[in-house]
């Protein structure tokens, strides 16, 4: 059976009777599957049950349109469960359930006793809650009070979210006729509206019956006055003063008549409307100043039917804007700016901001500057490549691509770009400087709370994006996904991708292919071990930090010595220093080699030394094992 | 004090009965009370000396129920009617919507009637309110007694009512005229409620 499409969210009054159950409707027809699943609303007849299962159907359906989505009430489905068995092809009825996304069974009471279709709802629950799919069920009592209900049955239905529809209060019923008349289009002499509301009715189709029933006598006799409306709609006279036949009661009310009747003439309706509506949306939480300035005039405002409806409108937004925002980040929510329409530009904004990256990804680390980086013939093209980024990002060399060993600064010149590129966009401007680890534990996260959106986001809107060790990528197949549309986005837009890794892209074991092409397609520059010269500056560089006074003879010594990474090196000034420290000598080349070479000895000539001092035994090579198996390999040699 | 609250959705009037003493301000609340069917009876407040003089004030509170979707209460008041309890007199008249001024039909007693009402005046104009904006109705009352002992209507009205309000006979021990009073000053006072004055939404 089709949802239907005149059941909608928008045109379902919300009330205190059924706000929960409504907002819980909202959240299942915006992500079926994720939450309240199974949801089953319950409520007495007429109250709006099934308007809500279809609404959800309806924005489930409008919000992503390849979803199947399949509307049954319990009689028609128990009904082609039977031509379906008669027929011999339970098969298809099961392939055909099977198949859709979110079912929404109404009026789940009948069940009682059908134990055949029990059985078959029970088996169809299993198999679509099995697979994420979404089921919405509605009754007019909780699971437990179905009767002759299998056991297993119930406790499946009950295993989502149960909540209950109540009977509208008398705001609640105004707004239904209201709605109903905009609906239909017709209108009724003020007060009309509200005396019929004033009537108890339990359930909205009475309600709707009544306004039936006033309309069609309108239609007729002309224009009705509210003294009309009990009388035409076939109601008893409200709450009827107990008929006293003590005149000295009657002296009261008659009193009460006349005033009732003297309000009814000075509280002006066009007030009572909008006094309706400060008390409603206060209630709500929500600034009305806006409506309280439109009180304090004397006659109506000529358009104030359509500024309510703007105010409601507008909080509305409000609503969506603050659930939006709470996906990025939940202690935005609730803040006052989503309570005051009057501020919705501000908050739209606000949101847009938050949306985009009020939380931005991580930024350069600001310890990493350009001029700390010296250049040498090792890393000379890897730094030329960096200037130009910086001068002109995302023109020439996009993405820029740093390679090189672990330890020579590939960390260091990200940064350095990463800090020159916020400066040069100023304040406004966003760099996003991370590692790839920590890309990938956010996509982890961003997947877990179901916020990829925002991820994205936050990504793109960044002005340039600096991705650090990008190796680790590599056979992470939803990162590389979304490293590619990041990538293709910044791409389009021009703006500068940089990657560091100490593994040349075609060398990423895992690595998609579309990934290492665009990697390559900008510019792969290599970064090689420190050479003498750099060497040589990075020691003056660090003997400086480290407030050393070392004489240029020592520093073209450390500099003589073979290192592999810049790290390295560190190391060396740090062992310096404290071996200085320690025997409390100044730095001179004696005592430099005395503390990086132990023993006196030159690097060259250690192992013998070694040799030397030790037992003869170790001078003979065959009898050392330089590499020992492996434990369980001795454990299995000792057993033989 | 606010009339109509929109956003509550509470019409709330506060009518105060002033006169000289024993005029019968305080027999008029009675004789209301003793009408009002038993399942609307707020209490009756009478802080009355041991001679049934009224000491403070006496408070009414009349809870007419949902008129037009508002729960609608009516507050009334007597002041102490005795020259030396002027204090008592401002600080119940504070606020009032309306006020019912009874009178003393007997003939001895037109002077205090007189002094009692310009007292009303004098004592609106100390709390910045201009008399002539303030819903007002009288009522002469004791219209039962000899015709000997009291002025006719017509008399009191020259002498007292010089603006000219709505002015009501009665006999506020046995019934007749009291709420025709009440509905007079209730009529004048919700008439108000179009007029703008005091229909400001409660300030949240």
């Not at chain 1, 056991?151 to 529809?165: F, N, T, W």
């Not at chain 1, 040589?536 to 004489?551: G, Q």
Request: proline share 5%.
């Amino acid at each position: 059976m089709q949802v239907d499409p005149r059941a909608r969210f928008e045109n379902y009054v919300v009330g205190t009777a059924n706000r929960l159950a409504v907002a819980a409707a909202r959240a299942v027809a915006e992500s079926p599957g994720a939450v309240y699943n199974p949801l089953f609303v319950y409520s007495g007849s007429g109250l709006g049950k099934t308007h809500l299962i279809n609404a959800i159907g309806n924005h489930a359906q409008q919000r992503a349109p390849e979803l199947g989505i399949e509307y049954v009430g319990l009689e028609d489905f128990v009904q082609q469960l039977h031509a379906a068995m008669a027929a011999g092809e339970m098969e298809r009825f099961k392939q055909r359930y099977g198949r859709v996304d979110v079912l929404l069974v109404d009026d789940l009471q009948f069940l009682t006793g059908r134990r055949e279709t029990q059985s078959e709802l029970l088996r169809l629950l299993n198999a679509l809650q099995g697979s994420g799919r979404q089921i919405v069920m509605t009754s007019d009592r909780p699971p437990a009070e179905i009767s002759d209900v299998d056991e297993r049955l119930i406790s499946r239905l009950s295993g989502g979210l149960i909540v209950d529809i109540g009977a509208p209060d008398y705001e609640t019923r105004v707004a239904i006729l209201r709605e109903k008349c905009e609906e239909r289009q017709i209108s009724f002499a003020a007060g009309v509206l509200e005396e019929l509301a004033r009537v108890e009715f339990g359930n909205v189709r009475e309600l709707q019956g009544a306004l039936n029933r006033l309309s069609a006598h309108q239609s007729l006799d002309g224009t009705l006055t509210p003294a009309q409306v009990r009388s035409i709609a076939g109601l008893p006279e409200p709450a009827a003063p107990p008929a006293r036949t003590s005149v000295q009661t009657d002296e009261f009310f008659s009193f009460l008549t006349d005033i009732a009747s003297a309000v009814a003439a000075h509280v002006e309706p066009w007030k009572v409307r909008i006094g309706e509506a400060v008390a409603y949306w206060s209630g709500e939480g929500y600034r009305t100043s806006a409506l309280e300035t439109m009180m304090s005039m004397s006659e109506a405002p000529p358009n104030y039917e359509s500024l309510l409806r703007g105010y409601g409108q507008a909080v509305e937004q409000l609503r969506e804007l603050e659930r939006q925002v709470t996906t990025v980040d939940a202690r935005l929510g609730g803040s006052d700016l989503f309570r005051d329409p009057e501020r919705l530009a501000e908050a739209t904004t606000f949101v847009q901001n938050a949306l985009a990256g009020a939380v931005p990804p991580g930024g350069p680390q600001p310890a990493f500057a350009r001029n700390g980086f010296e250049e040498s013939a090792a890393n000379q093209m890897a730094v030329r490549a960096a200037d130009v980024v910086i001068a002109e990002p995302g023109q020439r060399y996009n993405p820029l691509f740093l390679l090189g060993p672990t330890g020579v600064g590939k960390t260091h010149l990200l940064n350095a770009i990463g800090n020159e590129l916020q400066l040069r966009f100023g304040a406004g401007g966003r760099v996003a400087c991370v590692s790839a680890q920590l890309f990938i534990e956010e996509l982890i996260a961003a997947l877990q709370e179901g916020t990829v959106e925002r991820f994205r986001a936050r990504y793109r809107a960044a002005d340039a994006l600096l991705i650090d060790d990008v190796q680790f990528v590599g056979s992470k197949e939803r990162t590389q996904e979304e490293l590619f549309h990041v990538f293709n986005h910044f791409h389009a837009a021009g703006k500068q991708l940089v990657f560091a890794s100490d593994i040349a892209p075609r060398n990423i074991e895992g690595l998609e292919d579309r990934l290492r092409s665009r990697f390559e397609g900008g510019l792969v520059a290599e970064i090689g071990q420190p050479d003498r010269p750099l060497r040589e500056k990075l020691f003056i560089r660090f003997v400086a930090d480290a407030r050393l006074s070392v004489p240029p003879e020592v520093i073209a010594y450390l500099a003589d010595r073979p290192a592999t990474s810049v790290r390295e090196l560190m190391g060396t000034v740090q062992r310096l220093r404290a071996g200085l420290e320690s025997l409390g000598v100044a730095a001179t080349l004696a005592t430099a080699r005395q503390i990086l070479e132990p023993s006196g000895m030159t690097p060259s000539s250690a192992p013998i030394a070694v040799r030397q001092a030790a037992d003869t035994f170790f001078l003979d090579d065959e009898k050392i094992v330089w590499e020992w198996p492996d434990v369980a390999g001795r454990l299995v040699e000792e057993l033989r | 004090m606010s009339l109509v609250n929109y956003a509550t959705r509470e019409i709330t009037c506060k009518i105060v009965y002033y006169g000289p003493g024993r005029s019968g301000k305080t027999t008029n609340l009675h004789y209301i009370y003793g009408q009002v069917p038993e399942d609307r009876k707020g209490k009756m407040v009478s802080l009355a000396t041991q001679t049934d003089r009224t000491l403070f004030f006496d408070f009414l509170p009349l809870d007419l129920g949902s008129i037009s979707g508002f729960t609608t209460k009516f507050q009334l008041y007597t002041v102490p009617g005795q020259v030396y309890y002027q204090t008592t007199r401002r600080l119940v008249l504070q606020g009032a919507d309306g006020v019912v001024f009874v009178a003393d039909s007997q003939t001895r007693q037109l002077a205090e009637n007189i002094e009692s009402f310009q007292d009303l005046h004098a004592n609106l104009a100390e709390q910045g309110v201009d008399p002539r904006t303030m819903p007002l109705v009288v009522q002469y009352n004791k219209q039962d007694l000899p015709k000997e002992l009291i002025l006719p209507v017509s008399e009191l009205s020259d002498a007292i009512n010089f603006r000219d309000v709505p002015e009501f006979a009665a006999d506020a021990l046995h019934g007749p005229g009291v709420f025709e009073t009440l509905r007079g000053i209730s009529e004048l006072v919700l008439r108000r409620l179009s007029a703008g004055a005091g229909a400001t939404p409660a300030s949240r």
